[in-house]
């Protein structure tokens, strides 16, 4: 699949599950990639961040949310499972685990709890 399938199918799924935003990362080469959202479909609004620690220090804090069970997947993501499971900081780029970091957290960030107690 090239860049220009994979944005029109993140547009297609922006739409099918009622997201307000996708978030891009901006590191090595990723610049372009909102005008490219915006090019196929201007309606998707698109939030860069960029990283600025390593992988394994940007995903301690998501490691925490999954410990203290925050965090269950509802269904079975096989290739993110295994990059979980298997990345070791180093080698290959884990797309999966990364995005997965970006977006709990965004989530964990902007989350807003219900405390029980107050209904």
Same mark, same amino acid.
């Given at each position: 699949?090239?860049? &220009?399938?994979?944005?029109?199918?993140?547009?297609?799924?922006?739409?099918?599950? &009622?997201?307000?935003?996708?978030?891009?990362?901006?590191? &090595?080469?990723?610049?372009?990639? /909102?005008s490219l959202f915006a090019k196929i479909? /201007?309606?998707? *609004?698109?939030?860069?961040?960029?990283?600025?620690?390593?992988?394994?220090?940007?995903?301690e804090p998501v490691a925490a949310l *999954?410990?203290?069970?925050?965090? *269950?997947?509802?269904?079975?993501?096989?290739?993110?499972?295994?990059?979980?499971?298997?990345?070791?900081?180093?080698?290959?780029?884990p797309n999966a685990l990364d995005a997965?970091?970006?977006?709990?957290?965004?989530?964990?960030? &902007?989350?807003? *709890?219900?405390? /029980?107690?107050?209904?």
């Amino acid at each position: 699949m090239d860049v &220009n399938d994979a944005a029109s199918k993140i547009c297609q799924l922006y739409h099918r599950f &009622n997201c307000s935003k996708v978030i891009v990362e901006t590191n &090595n080469g990723g610049d372009f990639i /909102p005008s490219l959202f915006a090019k196929i479909d /201007p309606s998707v *609004y698109c939030e860069t961040v960029r990283a600025t620690k390593g992988k394994i220090l940007r995903a301690e804090p998501v490691a925490a949310l *999954y410990k203290n069970e925050l965090v *269950y997947h509802c269904q079975h993501f096989k290739d993110l499972e295994e990059q979980m499971i298997t990345f070791s900081g180093s080698g290959s780029s884990p797309n999966a685990l990364d995005a997965l970091v970006w977006a709990l957290k965004y989530l964990s960030e &902007n989350a807003s *709890y219900v405390d /029980p107690d107050a209904i």
